[in-house]
């Protein structure tokens, strides 16, 4: 099987797809047990083809999680497939 090059950059398609509100799974490193955890979160924009946005209220745990390990990586389920994006 050929090695497929993972994409560094948002497509057009899905650029524009994660221009309105949309219900995303967004997953963490749970900062006090290390354990994983996944949350649905729906204020999502993307800024441009390498940056994505979201908002969580100021008391959630994502945020005491992203300040513990800044590696997330974000579940779109949209135009006909299922994306994981990878960030920090």
């Known amino acids: 099987m ?3 090059d993972v994409p560094v950059q948002l497509s ?3 650029f524009e797809f994660l221009q309105g509100e949309k219900l995303v799974l967004l997953g963490t ?3 006090d047990s290390k354990a994983p955890g996944v949350s649905a979160i729906s ?3 993307s800024c441009d083809e390498k940056r994505i946005r979201f908002s969580v209220t100021t008391n959630s745990r994502i945020i005491a999680n992203i300040k513990a390990n800044p590696q ?3 579940t779109v389920v949209g135009l006909e497939s299922v994306y ?3 960030g920090l």
Do not use: Q, R
Request: no cysteine; net charge positive.
């Open 2 to 4: 050929a090695k497929m």
């Open 12 to 14: 057009n398609e899905l």
């Open 29 to 31: 490193v749970e900062a």
């Open 43 to 45: 204020w999502v924009k």
């Open 72 to 74: 997330v990586v974000l």
């Open 84 to 86: 994981s994006i990878k």
